[in-house]
């Protein structure tokens, strides 16, 4: 029997037609889950669902979504419940990489912005996904796993990023609060907070940033995609059921040094 088998469960990644997100999904497909992306691009959208289908046995659907509008989120889980039936684990990976401002030109739109994606998005779809989820426990049905994508950011200080590092300190403690709420229903919430990986969002950064946090992480270099697929599928499965409220750096060590 393979132990982390996750053939019959259903997952929702916002934000996972690239990036971080797709690096997940894939290890999901690869072991056996169905899927459901959320995300805003219908290109990369159609893109990431061709490639999961390749690799696994379960469905794989994409669906247009904003997680800053609510009624993109209650549409995107109503047609998600209606393909796949259920939802068992939810990644809310979706983000922005903020304003780029330094605090003294700190602009209340920008800021509201960073947040209403990063924090108030991830919020958001818990919400509509726990009372699926809650629902599933009062039936008998019970169990359920948030999984969210924070950063070290988050915990450590970088130049010109304080919306961001707010909006992911913040989504760090929605996930201990819906921890210690939920865990009633048998659903379980983490963050994950990752390092430097090069995506779409630091591809955009001046070169050197990328030359500095090589330097500056004990291992060395920018964190592996591939190695992403494992950790997803871990987090995904019931070999995590008893971890629940955690914050984990995923970063090579940065944060320690």
Known sequence: MDLFDLTGRSAVITGGNGGLGLAMARGLAKAGANIAIWARNADKNAAACAELRGLGKGEVIALACDVAEEAEIAAAL????AALGRVDVCFANAGISGAGTAIPD????????????????????YKHVTRHMIARAAEGDAGGKLIATSSGQS????????????????????????????????ITANALLFGYYETDITAKADPRFGEWMAKRIPLRRPGDHAGLEGLAVFFASPHSDYITGQCLPVDGGLCIS
């Open 78 to 81: 109503k047609e998600t419940l």
């Open 106 to 125: 700190i602009t209340a739109q920008g800021w509201d912005h960073t947040l209403a994606i990063n924090t108030r998005g991830a919020a958001l779809v």
């Open 155 to 186: 915990i450590m200080g970088v130049n010109r990023s304080s919306d961001y590092a707010a909006s992911k300190a913040a989504l760090n403690g929605l996930t201990r609060a819906a921890a210690f709420e939920l865990a009633r229903h048998r």
